[in-house]
């Protein structure tokens, strides 16, 4: 979750201290007068050498204490056979790895994890640019309806999952009842293909509102000149869409896509772990919630954490991944 | 390139406000027309009706015999130049040019040309490969122009698209815009706010005054001849003086001065009379004078304007830089420059002097009122 794109505007100049200036110890803004194109306009210059990382000293210690060193002690556990009652511990060297890659259910678990993410991702994406294209369209009451599109994001992840299920209950689900409409026998919780059809739909219906919002505003930052130019120049309404806003989006999309890789993978453990609870056998789980079962329930602390290692990896190459390749065809105005 | 009637075009917002209200214009085929007026007199929005950008709610529109009330904006044959440019900043300057063409299955060989044709015109080749944010304010507004260059349209239309660029630009890129104009004699609206550039570029005038047209004329017609007090006091820097007096037998009174006329004119006692600043001159001694009590001056260089009072009134001369500025200033006009104006519609009166002898009230026709 580090990789906002403001992460960058936090870059500032350290000055060498101006010798008894009268500003003292508080640095002061440069002119903004510049033309915004110019990244010189947003630096701050300090006056002391010790303020800036006195700025940075709580940030930094909220990223030390709950990302490095929780990382540093799971590569550190990864690498031992810990006693399930706390005796102790053995150092097994990569044995913790070799049995995880060559376990024939983490690997299944890895595909599903894959293929939920990529659906998972695609999905409230699409859904989310459509309703937003549709509710920036809409001139009378868009407020109510947006409000109504937004209310989804305000339920926790395990409340969601809850609904969903009573959603998917086999004897009071609506959707159930509207899938056998169609004949199709929805066995949420038995049928592993249901399951993950249902832990995906649920996954998706949650972060919607999350990527309506930040489309929708990004729909809104397009100059309403550039769109009226477009509609000189193209008679299309498809066309225009695909050629003048979705590229103008891409900054917002870029963001999103990294952000709802990220949910799909971590936070719909929540609605995971409703679904699937004391029942995971045969159900669908990510890797993320294998993590937790070893760890937590089946006592397994270093397999857990060279499960979470493996995992830190992937996450670490895909988002080198999307700022590569990806993020070369985005176009920042 | 094609003729644009606009017929009694209105434009009625939801809640009944009209910000254009029944307005006609005929444009002959390569006119360069000019709207102009204040903010808020329903300029931009004419403008955008006819590019389709707001609905019409009465009237026709027809460009070149065909009525395009319902017409989508992009098959108007027209192109439009926006104030803020509205290039597509993920575009290079040649994907700005060619999207038009390219959206109309224009062959990719032509397109070549008439890029080529347009970026050489503007003189924007070496930067057909840049993106627009590369480039400086006057470099986009010819791009922008390229965009609607290359789709060699029925009509041009221009939104104040100068109105974005320093002011020494805006003069030059003013030029640019007429001798365009002129070389391709593509038919053009344009708007702006501005009187002067109103003045310079347009082979017509349309002065528009809450949503209505003051006065349509070619801009020295309308220079000399306006038609209202508003169009008096906006076309012209500085703008006209505009003062009450009252008519006494061969004598227009304002206040305690008196200025005799030589001739009794034929209109009501009260009325409105419209002076320019240029035709304010020096009387010389024994010649019959307004005292101007002067307040400040603002020095022009080729002119220097003395702005002061008449009897409390306000009033503006334009006067050469070597003539001696004192306390007060005898000035002096010849009454056939004097305008005359209803005193309550603001209407032009009949030019008492140019008509022979006459006695009768007389409204002057105006164009399109």
Redesign the interface.
């Known amino acids: 979750m580090t990789n906002t794109p403001s992460s960058s505007a936090m870059s500032a100049t350290l000055a060498a201290p101006a010798a008894g200036g009268p500003w003292g110890l508080f640095g002061r803004r440069k002119s903004a007068s510049k033309p915004p194109e110019e990244t010189d306009a947003k630096r701050v210059q300090f006056n002391s050498r010790l303020l800036p990382y006195l700025f940075l000293a709580p940030q930094m210690a909220i990223i030390f204490v709950f990302f490095y060193w929780p990382s540093v002690q799971a590569i550190h556990s990864s690498f031992y056979l810990e006693d399930p009652f706390g005796f102790g511990s053995t150092f097994v060297g990569l044995a913790n790895y070799t049995d995880v890659l060559k376990s024939g259910e983490y690997l299944g678990i890895a595909r599903f994890t894959a293929v939920f993410t990529a659906l998972v991702t695609f999905f409230s994406l699409a859904i989310g640019l459509l309703l937003a294209v549709k509710a920036d369209g809409v001139i009378r009451g868009n407020a109510t309806y947006k409000t109504l599109l937004i209310w989804v994001y305000a339920i926790a992840p395990p409340v969601a999952g809850l609904m969903g299920m009573m959603m998917f209950d086999q004897h009071i689900g609506p959707l159930v009842k509207f899938a056998a409409f169609f004949g199709w026998d929805l066995k949420v919780g038995l049928n592993y293909n249901d399951t993950a059809f249902a832990m995906i739909v649920v996954s998706v219906w949650k972060q919607i509102p999350y990527n309506f919002i930040f489309f929708l505003s990004g729909l809104q930052g397009i100059p309403v000149s550039v769109r009226e130019a477009a509609l000189m120049d193209c008679r299309s309404g498809f066309r225009r869409f695909w050629t003048v806003i979705l590229p103008l989006l891409a900054p917002t999309a870029f963001f999103l896509l990294i952000i709802n890789t990220t949910y799909a993978l971590f936070d719909t453990f929540g609605v995971i772990d409703v679904m699937v609870k004391d029942k995971a056998a045969n159900n669908p789980i990510t890797l993320v919630y294998k993590v937790y079962m070893d760890g937590f329930r089946g006592n397994d602390l270093g397999g857990s954490s060279a499960q979470s290692v493996i995992l830190m990896i992937i996450v670490f190459v895909l988002t080198i991944f999307q700022f590569r390749f990806i993020e070369r065809r985005v176009h920042y105005n | 390139m094609a003729a644009i009637n606009i017929t009694n075009v209105s434009k009625i917002y939801a809640g009944g406000v009209e910000a254009v209200k029944s307005v006609s214009i005929d444009i002959a085929d390569g006119e360069f027309i000019v709207l102009v007026g204040p903010s808020g007199c329903g300029k931009s929005t004419l403008l955008r009706m006819v ?3 707001e609905a019409i709610s009465k009237g026709t529109v027809e460009i070149g015999d065909r009525v395009i009330n319902d017409v ?5 044959d ?3 130049v ?9 575009m290079t300057v040649y994907n700005n040019l060619a ?2 063409l390219k ?1 109309r299955g224009t062959p990719k060989a032509e397109i070549d040309a008439r890029v080529a044709e347009a970026a050489r015109m503007l003189e924007i080749e070496q930067y057909l490969s840049r ?1 627009p ?1 590369a480039l400086s304010g006057g470099q986009r507004q010819r791009v922008a122009m390229g ?1 609607a260059i290359v789709r060699k349209p029925a009509a041009f239309l221009f939104d104040e698209p100068l109105s974005n660029l320093d002011a020494k630009l805006r003069v030059s890129m003013r030029g640019e815009i007429k001798q365009l104009q002129k070389r391709l004699g593509t038919t053009s609206l344009y708007v702006t706010h501005d009187q002067l550039e109103a003045m310079t570029l347009a082979d017509r005038l349309v002065v528009l005054n809450g949503g209505q047209i003051e006065q349509i004329g070619k801009p020295l017609d309308v220079y000399h001849t306006p038609a209202s007090t508003f169009v008096a006091s906006f076309i012209g820097s500085p703008a006209m003086n505009l003062l009450r007096g009252t008519r006494d037998g061969n004598q227009l009174h304002f206040g305690s001065q008196v200025l005799d006329l030589g001739r009794a004119p034929a209109f009501p006692g009260q009325v409105t009379v419209g002076i320019r600043a240029e035709d304010l001159r020096i009387a010389t001694p024994g010649e019959q004078a307004l005292t101007l009590k002067v307040d400040y001056i603002e020095e022009l260089g080729a002119q220097r304007l003395v702005h002061g009072t008449i009897d409390g009134k306000k009033l503006t001369a334009s006067l050469s830089p070597e003539i001696e500025i004192g306390e007060t200033m005898p000035l002096t006009i010849a009454p056939e420059r004097l305008h005359f104006f209803d005193a309550d519609t603001g209407k032009r009166l009949a030019q008492p002097f140019a008509v022979s002898e006459g006695k009768r009230v007389e409204r002057l026709e105006i164009a399109g009122a």
Do not use: C
């Open positions: 590019a389709g950008l989508e904006p992009a098959e108007r027209i192109a439009m926006f104030q803020n440019y509205a290039l597509y900043p993920h999207y038009g959206n993106k944010r965009r």
